[in-house]
């Protein structure tokens, strides 16, 4: 069975051993019966890839992250890609080797169209909070967009919009 990983908020720990992870509804669905999905990623050598989305999670506001690790059945159809591009129906043990086997798996994410049960929920372990990448992979070292649609409600938000207006000598 492969193994994931789902980045949640620490407040949402006791809900989540109870009732398992619950798949967020969208509006618009992915495929056909994709429109409950939970997202993750496949547990993998590499911490820091299996990981990479904490940074960009808390940039929504949540103090602390928990990384809630699951098993599913290796069959169990799943879609993975990188987030903003196109992404490809899969068994779960495909996707697992699609993100180890990428030349560049930063960006990349599974998406299991179910709810996660309690039964198969391996553990629920803290993570270090400072793991992963805002914005986009390989944001490090450039400077963030200040356009008013960018950094709505962002942390440091004003100063950011600031400097970028202050850029184009206004």
Not at 51 to 66: A, F, N, P
Not at 108 to 129: D, G, H, L, W
Request: proline share 8%; with cysteine; net charge positive.
């Amino acid at each position: 069975m492969a193994l994931f990983v789902h980045l949640a908020p620490e407040k949402e720990t006791n809900s989540i051993r109870r009732g398992g992870i619950k798949p967020r509804r969208l509006k618009v669905p992915l495929a056909d019966g994709f429109d409950r999905i939970v997202f993750a990623m496949p547990v993998t050598d590499d911490f820091y890839v299996s990981h990479q989305w904490l940074r960009e999670l808390k940039r929504s506001g949540q103090r602390t992250i928990v990384g809630v690790y699951f098993r599913i059945p290796d069959e169990q159809p799943v879609m993975v890609g990188h987030y903003n591009q196109n992404h490809q129906m899969l068994s779960a043990t495909e996707a697992v080797g699609i993100v180890f086997n990428a030349e560049q798996p930063e960006g990349f994410e599974v998406i299991i169209p179910r709810k996660i049960e309690p039964t198969e929920i391996q553990k629920i372990n803290s993570v270090p909070q400072v793991m992963g990448w805002r914005y986009y992979p390989n944001a490090k070292g450039k400077k963030p967009c200040g356009c008013p649609y960018c950094t709505k409600g962002d942390i440091n938000s004003k100063r950011i919009r600031e400097a970028y207006e202050k850029s184009f000598g206004g």
